[in-house]
């Protein structure tokens, strides 16, 4: 007779494990042969009953270390203490910036090293890019002083002159004024800045103007008139007039670069001052003019070297002389009778 072993299983739940028990055997009788048998316990198997679903677990979050708390809904200057401190208005904030370093100049260009296994070839001639066109200014004639000048219009062609206001390539209409080229919005009056493109200018101390402006400020005044001179000025008796103004006071004709005289104020011109008030030599009928020597004999006045004897002409200055018929005779020639 032999007992086996029991073997109990538990079915359970999972959080039990499986128990085991020992059994013993008590012999009944003569012994038995000695049978030796190996008990192996296997858990029972049984239809699979539906698994409870297990309760959630909560696992929390490993935290890592130094971790920055969460943002919290409240506003900053209720968590932050330093909050007033940060932003208080009297408090200055520097910012520094790293800038590069500006280049001090351009890089030394690259030493030209010739290749030694290609032969020489002839040099290449040097291209030289065609400048914008800026032909150089032509003899400008000299203006007078104050006479009013026109720009003339040039329409819009393949010359591509330089502006001598911004001194940019004008590409389009130009106008050319002074020997020079212009934009013509950039051709303006120095002071009121009025267009000069249409209307005549004035150029003064390396300036335009208009010619109100150039009046205002510029022109001087005629001494006879009293008006602005606009024009060509003649500079005398250390006043300014209008070449119309600065006449003759007997014929009315101007001077122009003429000589004249003064008597009592009064400009004239060399032949109404010789005919009015000039005294003419009694020997050669010549004007005796200023610094000239005279002498005054027989109630004419003569040069020095006019008053001679009028039969051998010995010159009587400062010699007794007698005189027939207004003419002077020396000593020897006083009876003489054909004078």
Request: proline share 14%.
């Amino acid at each position: 007779m032999s007992l086996s072993f029991l073997s109990i299983s538990h079915r359970g739940y999972p959080q039990a494990p499986p128990v085991q028990h020992s059994s013993i055997q008590i012999p009944v009788g003569g012994p038995p042969p000695k049978v030796v048998s190996t008990a192996t316990i296997m858990p029972t198997h049984h239809p699979a009953a539906p698994a409870l679903a297990p309760a959630p677990v909560h696992v929390p979050a490993p935290v890592p270390p130094h971790a920055a708390p969460a943002a919290s809904s409240r506003p900053p200057w209720v968590t932050d203490d330093t909050f007033a401190q940060k932003f208080d208005p009297g408090k200055t904030t520097t910012t520094t910036m790293k800038m590069q370093p500006l280049p001090q100049a351009a890089p030394p260009p690259p030493a030209y090293i010739p290749n030694p296994m290609q032969a020489p070839l002839a040099p290449a001639p040097a291209y030289n890019p065609a400048p914008p066109f800026n032909p150089a200014p032509l003899p400008f004639p000299p203006v007078a002083r104050g006479v009013a000048q026109r720009a003339e219009r040039f329409a819009a062609s393949s010359r591509t002159p330089l502006c001598a206001s911004c001194n940019n390539v004008i590409r389009g209409p130009f106008l050319v004024a002074l020997g020079r080229s212009w934009h013509p919005e950039e051709f303006n009056c120095h002071y009121c800045h009025t267009s000069l493109a249409d209307v005549s200018f004035v150029e003064e101390q390396s300036a335009v103007y208009c010619e109100a402006c150039y009046g205002e400020f510029f022109a001087p005044t005629c001494a006879r008139c009293n008006t602005k001179i606009m024009g060509e000025v003649m500079h005398a008796l250390r006043q300014t007039w209008h070449t119309t103004c600065f006449v003759c006071a007997a014929c009315g004709k101007p001077f122009g670069n003429s000589l004249f005289h003064m008597e009592d104020g009064e400009p004239y011109c060399e032949k109404d001052y010789i005919a009015l008030f000039s005294t003419k030599c009694h020997g050669c009928d010549f004007p005796v003019e200023a610094g000239d020597k005279f002498i005054e004999a027989l109630g004419h006045t003569w040069h020095d070297t006019c008053f001679v004897c009028a039969v051998c002409h010995i010159n009587l200055e400062g010699q007794p002389f007698y005189s027939k018929k207004d003419k002077p005779l020396c000593k020897k020639h006083a009876h003489a009778i054909n004078v």
